[in-house]
């Protein structure tokens, strides 16, 4: 069973600047995960931020394009989401996601992705 805790959520003013970590662990050895950044803000749907493949292909919401860089550290098991230049409405619930390692489907939406870090929030102040 696949984990995933996420860390470096926090408070910042808008044009800031944060770094999002998630740590995996409990993978199948020979299985090639995807994984990937959502959001949620109150009384909204989960919305993709960015996700990457085993062999680092991208791919990014519009809405954080130019702005936001994931990327991963295989040997470390972790993936992580550079913030910067940071809006009001990026303010959410950020959760990591891995896919089940098994359908080779890359898109980015929740549907695609099996197992969920609890969140760290994003807040950012105008």
């Known amino acids: 069973q696949v984990q995933l805790v996420e860390s470096g959520g926090g408070s910042v003013q808008a044009g800031g600047s944060l770094r999002l970590s998630c740590t995996a662990s409990?993978?199948?050895?020979?299985?090639?995960?995807?994984m990937g950044w959502f959001r949620q803000a109150p009384g909204q749907g989960r919305e993709g931020v960015a996700i990457?493949?085993?062999?680092?292909?991208?791919s990014y919401a519009d809405s954080v394009m130019g702005r936001f860089t994931i990327s991963q550290d295989n040997a470390k098991r972790t993936l992580y989401l550079e913030m910067n230049s940071l809006k009001p409405e990026d303010s959410a619930m950020y959760y990591c996601?891995?896919?089940?390692?098994?359908?080779?489907?890359?898109?980015?939406?929740?549907?695609?992705?099996?197992?969920w870090g609890q969140g760290t929030q994003v807040t950012v102040s105008s």
């Open positions: 996601a891995a896919d089940s390692g098994q359908t080779g489907i890359f898109v980015l939406h929740p549907w695609a992705f099996a197992y």
């Open positions: 409990g993978y199948t050895y020979d299985r090639r995960y995807s």
């Open positions: 990457i493949s085993s062999d680092g292909r991208t």
